[in-house]
């Protein structure tokens, strides 16, 4: 694939794959609702970790530049089963990922044009499908221009971001305020940084972008690194303000639409519009930075052998043009799909707490695989062993504890989910062997 991506427009594509005011909206609501004041310590814990397990991708990246990232590193430190096994974690994760962002883009859309519609789910999943169709095309049209497009929506998504802070450290404190909460207990506090892989989830995608990315082997995770503390700390700074004019009750009745329910407590329909615009900004974003990772991640996969041959092949443009066909297609189908459940609420709660379980085990896949690489080399030996070990350490104790916390209908989605992938792993990494 063509170099054409610098660190500026790696670090965009980290940040903007986060979505900030995304991440606040749809996240927000379920995150205090598990860590009640705790939350933002919750943020600050898996910020960590996830800085942990992002000094690990560094490495890998500089030693590895390869566009399958995760699922290439583990494929090469645990062999072809457990490399199969990433693949299809990826593939769930993130396949999911889409129905999860383009649903709430159909949903803001509809609140701007047609507010009587934006909570129905039938009418939510078909502009949310018209959203991966947009999308689809332009990255078809070449990563570059996806780059600046998505660097001008991050630009005005944190602008807006900044002032609606502002506005929340200087508004008075409301009665029972979500931030002067009793502490959660452990379930809740591990319940909550489970929540917030996913609201910081999206930093990982510069990795992808390996083989396009001009300059040294080591921008890629410059770029992975300094798009999560960019968006980190601008969540932070929100989480924190937010939590100041918003109470518990109040964010469990919003759980879905938490950057709108705020507004409203900051006052004034036209602040609303204008935040709702800017949440449907960073949706685009993060939408377009998904299908980024999925399909650069489908293309090595394809090349080694885990996927049909097809999705290893590059057009005359030097782009994987049948990867971004097929996941286009697969992500407005599954968006649609999730038109009939019996409400986006629903849907969502459980994409959400899905997608943050399995997410969480790729990044601990991850961690590994660089503490396995690197285990000999004294030169690696706080970056691509210490701080990966602290990372996967750290996600197994907080995946097995939200694991045993999570109601009976997340717990079997995750359960079946793992199961299916076990036969496919199997399979294809004896594929890949023979082939190899």
Known sequence: MKRVLGLWDLLVIAAAAI???????????????????????ALIAVTLIMAAVAAGYRRMGERYPNAGSSYSWVRIAFGAHVGAYAAW????????????????????????????????????????????????ILLNIGLRPTARVTNLLLVAEIVILAISAVLAFVHPPVAQAAAGGAFPGIGGFAGAIV????M????EVSASTAEEAEGSTDAPGDGGLAGLGVSAGMILLCMVAFMRVGTLAGFADNEGDAMSYIAGQLGGSVWRTVVIATVLISLAAALQATLV????????????????????????????????????GLGIVSTLASGFSPSVQAVFATILSGTSFFLGVLFLMSAAAAVRMFAGEGARRLSGVALPAIGTVALVGVLAVSLVQ???????????????????????????????
Do not use: C, E, H
């Not at 769930?92 to 159909?106: E, S």
């Open 195 to 198: 929540i917030g892989i996913w």
């Open 293 to 328: 990772y999925l399909t650069r991640s489908f293309f090595a996969m394809g090349r080694d052998g885990v996927l049909p041959a097809a999705f290893g092949r590059l057009d005359r443009r030097d782009q994987p043009a049948i990867g971004i066909a097929v996941l286009t």
């Open 200 to 203: 910081i989830d999206g930093w």
């Open 89 to 136: 974690v990826l593939i769930v994760g993130n396949i999911f990922a889409i129905v999860a962002t383009a649903v709430p883009a159909g949903t803001y859309t509809l609140a701007l044009v047609l507010p009587a519609l934006a909570q129905n789910p039938i009418a939510d999943a078909s502009v949310g499908a018209l959203w991966v169709l947009v999308t689809g």
């Open 19 to 41: 979505g900030p005011a995304f991440s606040l909206s749809t996240t927000l609501g379920a995150m205090v609702g598990a860590g009640g004041s705790a939350t933002p310590l």
């Open 406 to 436: 999570a109601d009976a209908s997340t717990r079997r989605f995750i359960i079946v989910s793992a199961a299916i992938g076990i036969p496919l792993a199997l399979w294809r990494g004896r594929t890949w062997k023979r082939a190899a």
